[in-house]
């Protein structure tokens, strides 16, 4: 089992996108966007926007600062680049 997977289990979670779903994970979101965040994408500046962990060792327990908005074609070109 890797580390992210042995962090989302410790978490209560049993995958990424049950995580993504979570009530935490839609609470921050809420808070992202009530600090007056932008909401479009840090590169095209397109909406709609997912937020991009920079690190998941905060992984639930995010500050704002930990997260970039992107569009979904930037978030996936963000993730082919890093594998």
Known sequence: MSKFNEQLA???FS???DYLESPHWKAFR?????AGRSMR???CQ???IQLHHHTYVSLG???LEDV???CRQQHTEVH????
Not at 30 to 34: G, H, R, T
């Open 15 to 17: 995958s990424y996108e």
């Open 46 to 48: 397109v909406k709609p």
């Open 68 to 70: 970039t908005t992107l």
């Open 41 to 43: 994408c840090a590169v």
């Open 61 to 63: 327990c995010e500050k």
């Open 80 to 83: 082919n680049l890093l594998k």
């Open 30 to 34: 809420l808070s992202y966007k009530a």
């Open 10 to 12: 410790a978490l209560g």
